[in-house]
C-alpha cells in the first residue's frame, strides 16, 4: 500500500508579480482605512487625526476644517488682526458651516457666545449649549489700556493642550468631535494671536458623546493627515520605481 504523498510545496512568485500582490493588499487596507473615517461603523470608534497647523493673526489665516475627512468642510478657523486709528486688535475664532456648531462657554452680549476651553476628559454630547459661531479669544491695546477677552485667551496667558468641542452633521444624523489647540497671547509690540492645532477627533456613531483627549484604546483609529487618499498611489509609485531600475 502506497503511502500518501505530502503535498508540493508552493512555487515561489515571480517578484514582479509579488510586488504587484503587495500593491494590491496595501491599497484593499488604506480603502478600508478611508470607508470606515468616513462612513462610520456599527460599533463605537473615535478616528483621530494628529497634525500641526499654526495659525497667526499678523498673517489672516482661514483655515477650514473637515472633521471627518469626507471632502466637506465642516468648521473654519480665523485668526486675523484689525488696526484702527488708536487701536489694535487680534482675534480667533471658529466658524461652523452649515447646520454646525461650536460648544459655548461664557456669553457676551457683545459678540455672543464664546467657545469653551475645555481640558481632556470632558464629555462632549448631547445636553449642552452650542452656538452658531464662536469667539476663542480677543485682545486688543488702546491708548488708554488693554482688553483680553475669551476663555482661550485665558487673561493673557494662553491654553495649551486644550480642546473645542464640535457638533456636526455627517448624512444628516449628528455627531461629536474636538479640535486641540495650544493658545499663544502676545501684546509687546502690537499684538497678536498664535493658535495651533494639534489634533481632531471625532465620534462614528451618531449621538455618541465623545471625551476631549481620548486618542488611545481600542476604540480609537489614528489616520494620518493625506494619507487616505495618497497611500494606494504612493504604493503603486513605489512599485513603479522599482521596476524601472
Request: aromatic share 8%.
Amino acid at each position: 500500500m502506497k503511502s500518501p504523498s505530502r503535498p508540493k510545496a508552493p512555487l515561489p512568485l515571480p517578484q514582479k508579480t509579488e510586488r504587484r500582490l503587495s500593491t494590491y493588499a496595501l491599497a484593499a487596507s488604506a480603502a478600508g482605512v478611508s470607508a470606515l473615517a468616513l462612513s462610520g461603523t456599527a460599533d463605537a470608534k473615535i478616528v483621530y487625526t494628529p497634525t500641526h497647523v499654526v495659525m497667526n493673526s499678523s498673517n489672516d489665516v482661514y483655515h477650514p476644517l473637515d472633521l471627518n475627512h469626507d471632502g466637506v468642510k465642516d468648521f473654519t478657523f480665523t485668526a486675523y488682526h484689525k488696526t484702527g486709528m488708536s487701536s489694535q486688535f487680534a482675534i480667533l475664532r471658529c466658524g461652523p458651516l452649515g447646520t454646525n456648531s461650536v460648544l459655548g462657554g461664557p456669553t457676551s452680549a457683545r459678540r455672543g457666545g464664546d467657545a469653551a476651553a475645555f481640558p481632556p476628559g470632558v464629555h462632549i454630547g448631547a445636553g449642552r449649549s452650542y452656538a452658531n459661531h464662536n469667539t476663542m479669544a480677543h485682545v486688543g491695546i488702546f491708548t488708554d489700556g488693554s482688553s483680553i477677552q475669551g476663555p482661550w485667551a485665558n487673561g493673557g496667558k494662553g491654553v495649551k493642550d486644550r480642546y473645542l468641542g464640535l457638533k456636526f452633521a455627517i448624512n444628516g444624523k449628528t455627531h461629536y468631535g474636538w479640535a486641540r489647540l495650544n493658545v499663544a497671547i502676545g501684546r509687546d509690540i502690537g499684538v497678536y494671536i498664535k493658535a495651533t492645532l494639534t489634533g481632531y477627533a471625532y465620534e462614528t456613531v451618531p449621538n455618541k458623546a465623545i471625551i476631549t483627549g481620548k486618542t488611545k484604546g481600542p476604540d480609537v483609529i489614528t489616520v494620518q493627515p493625506g494619507t487616505l487618499g495618497h497611500l494606494a498611489r504612493g504604493a503603486m509609485a513605489g512599485q513603479n520605481s522599482s521596476s524601472a531600475r
